[in-house]
């Protein structure tokens, strides 16, 4: 089982739309990361966060601590928000230095 | 400034030959990390570098795999006795420091590497 669990895997929105990814993970975390990468293969960083909110744009991620669950929002999607989203952690463990990343949600915005 | 960038951007090799692929960092970053991505499939850490720390090499799959980092600068993972699963592209990241909520990884374009 995957320590870091991303949902949906698949995402089809019409332009405009709101929308929610999730990402769960199984033990306590110093940082999350949501990254984006496009259909190039390109991986850009959105956000990075320990607690609280974060906004940049249309773009809003969440983190709550105590449920192990951080949330990334696209308000007013379009169709340049194509591209799979990714969550990763880096765990509070250890000399466990490495991130983990979930499988990614691959988002489609329909014009 | 200059991003993270990696060299070179494909490399088409046969199995069994040796790889080097190369990550030039940006510049006054200490952390440096690689990944591995497979067609299809999400990142896999390989190996973390913190100033001159001890790397992490947990997530290397074998022991054809290794790295060096010269002090905080270019690094250069090196696969050895290349096989076909070895194909993937090759992620090499950098921040300024190796923990903390900012530490935001800046990620360079990849190496695309198949074996033939």
């Known amino acids: 089982k995957n320590e870091v669990e991303q949902s949906p895997q698949n995402l089809t929105a019409q332009e405009g739309e709101f929308i929610t990814i999730n990402c769960s993970y199984s033990?306590?975390?110093?940082?999350l990361h949501w990254l984006q990468q496009h259909p190039g293969g390109g991986i850009v960083s959105l956000f990075m966060?320990?607690?609280g909110k974060k906004k940049h744009g249309r773009l809003i991620a969440t983190i709550n601590i105590q449920e192990k669950h951080s949330s990334l929002h696209i308000t007013a999607s379009h169709p340049r928000d194509s591209a799979v989203y990714i969550c990763?952690?880096?765990?509070?463990?250890?000399?466990?230095?490495?991130?983990?990343f979930g499988t990614g949600t691959s988002l489609t915005v329909i014009p | 400034g200059a991003g993270v960038s990696q060299s070179p951007s494909n490399k088409v090799t046969e199995k069994g030959k040796d790889v080097e692929l190369r990550c030039d960092p940006i510049?006054?970053?200490?952390?440096l990390y690689w990944y591995r991505q497979r067609l299809g499939q999400g990142l896999e850490f390989l190996i973390y570098?913190?100033?001159?720390?001890?790397?992490?090499k947990s997530g290397l799959p074998s022991d054809r795999f290794s790295a060096e980092r010269t002090g905080e600068s270019v690094s250069t993972l090196t696969i050895q006795r290349t096989q076909q699963e070895d194909s993937a592209v090759y992620l090499c990241?950098?921040?300024?420091?190796?923990?903390?909520?900012?530490?935001?990884?800046?990620f360079g374009p990849g190496t695309r590497l198949t074996v033939l």
């Open positions: 990241a950098s921040s300024l420091s190796g923990g903390g909520t900012t530490d935001t990884q800046y």
């Open positions: 033990v306590g975390i110093s940082a």
């Open positions: 966060l320990s607690s």
């Open positions: 990763a952690v880096r765990f509070l463990r250890w000399k466990d230095n490495q991130f983990y």
């Open positions: 510049s006054g970053h200490t952390a």
């Open positions: 570098f913190q100033g001159n720390s001890a790397p992490d």
